[in-house]
């Protein structure tokens, strides 16, 4: 295996929000070299909460803190002409440029994709807005909130009685970035065979209509169903949902034939249930769909004999589904993801060490890590002003007095 990243040796300038924030650090885990470009006196986003000790100032959210981790931070105003001639020297230098801004703002600033390939004809820019670059809604304002509502998700998330509810964290605009950043893997490819740059469009509202097709569109094209609100259970899977236990709970998913029986068996045999053991039960999911009611008082009720770590154990030894429902407390301890390493440690330097979320994926032949913390506001100024454009220190102080940078 190498030392280097898979995208070592590649540049990436970040415009974004919270929309686009983990694209970047995708990126930047597996070696790009992506610097992050706020606007004079930071972004936004530093202010989300949670915060590190429950202190509210601009290092201390800490979705802010794993978001941008293994990126430089410079700050520069791109709607001013210095700051526009900046960002061109600095374009000229880059691979990718990810932005999240409205459509159609950096042409407005002169930087929009026919002025950067001018200046670097392979760069790719992706864009990622919540209904795309064109059509009708281009225009209209998104969040995460909204993403989750129209894109299908919170159409099904909850129970029917219950007031609507949306999926925990952000959840749409970071399936949106995970998507933005294949989508640049890809055009970042074709570039390099070919030495044309693309323009990448990511409609955040698209993507989660896409992964929600199961509980979408897609159950109707393939069973005749109109998914509705039906609690922590699945219409892609029949019987599924949270189910109770001595001391906890399991979720369950059972997808093939062979599932429900190896099921079906265990709980006649945990509760002498005869009913379970019907023909009508086997088959695919969608013969269980209309009985789903009466399986869960089956589950229910042989869950309930049981502990998790007995449901989950022997539910691996008959390879049926079950996984415990785990609290953040618990999962930090999980002796599973401790045997495989997950968790690792980012020192920031002047407030200690941090444990974070480990790699989402471990390539074959290159190394994913963390490179370094998320940046202070401006942190990286003096070194890519300097060092690498070349200002001086009076330049850069001007620079700074006017608001640039």
């Not at 998700?153 to 925990?168: C, I, Q, S, Y």
Request: aromatic share 8%.
């Amino acid at each position: 295996m190498t030392t280097d990243g898979a995208l070592s040796g590649r540049r990436v300038l970040e415009l974004v929000d919270e929309s686009g924030v983990y694209c970047g650090k995708l990126l930047g885990d597996l070696g790009a070299d992506v610097i992050k470009i706020e606007p004079p006196g930071g972004d936004a986003t530093r202010r989300i909460p949670p915060f590190r000790n429950d202190h509210d100032d601009a290092d201390a959210s800490l979705f802010f803190l794993y978001m941008n981790t293994s990126k430089r931070g410079i700050t520069l105003d791109v709607t001013t002409a210095a700051g526009r001639e900046l960002f061109e020297r600095l374009a000229a230098t880059a691979d990718l440029v990810v932005e999240t801004l409205p459509p159609g703002f950096l042409d407005e600033c002169g930087l929009g994709y026919e002025r950067l390939r001018a200046l670097r004809p392979g760069i790719v820019l992706t864009s990622i807005t919540g209904f795309g670059g064109t059509g009708p809604s281009r225009h209209f304002r998104s969040s995460d909130l909204v993403a989750n509502a129209l894109g299908g998700t919170m159409f099904v998330t909850g129970h029917e009685a219950d007031p609507p509810v949306r999926l925990a964290g952000e959840q749409a605009h970071v399936v949106a970035s995970a998507c933005a950043a294949a989508s640049s893997l890809i055009a970042l490819y074709r570039s390099t065979l070919s030495g044309e740059g693309q323009h990448v469009d990511i409609s955040v509202e698209e993507v989660v209509a896409a992964a929600a097709h199961v509980c979408g569109a897609g159950k109707w094209l393939d069973d005749g169903i109109i998914p509705t609100r039906g609690g922590t259970g699945l219409f892609a899977s029949v019987p599924s949902g949270a189910y109770p236990c001595r001391d906890g709970f399991v979720y369950l998913m059972v997808n093939r034939p062979l599932h429900w029986q190896a099921l079906a068996k265990w709980i006649h045999e945990v509760t002498g249930n005869t009913t379970v053991l019907e023909p009508r039960f086997e088959g695919p999911s969608s013969n269980r769909f209309h009985d789903r009611d009466l399986l869960d008082v089956f589950i229910s009720e042989f869950t309930s004999a049981l502990t998790v770590d007995e449901v989950y154990h022997e539910g691996q030894r008959r390879h049926v589904a079950f996984t415990p429902v785990n609290s953040v407390a618990t999962v930090v301890d999980d002796p599973h993801l401790a045997a495989r390493g997950y968790f690792v440690e980012v020192e920031h330097p002047g407030s200690g060490t941090l444990r974070y979320p480990g790699a989402p994926y471990r390539p074959a032949e290159t190394p994913w890590r963390i490179a370094r913390p998320a940046p202070g506001i401006g942190q990286h100024n003096d070194d890519i002003f300097g060092d690498e454009l070349g200002l001086s220190p009076e330049a850069r102080r001007a620079l700074a007095g006017d608001g640039v940078i």
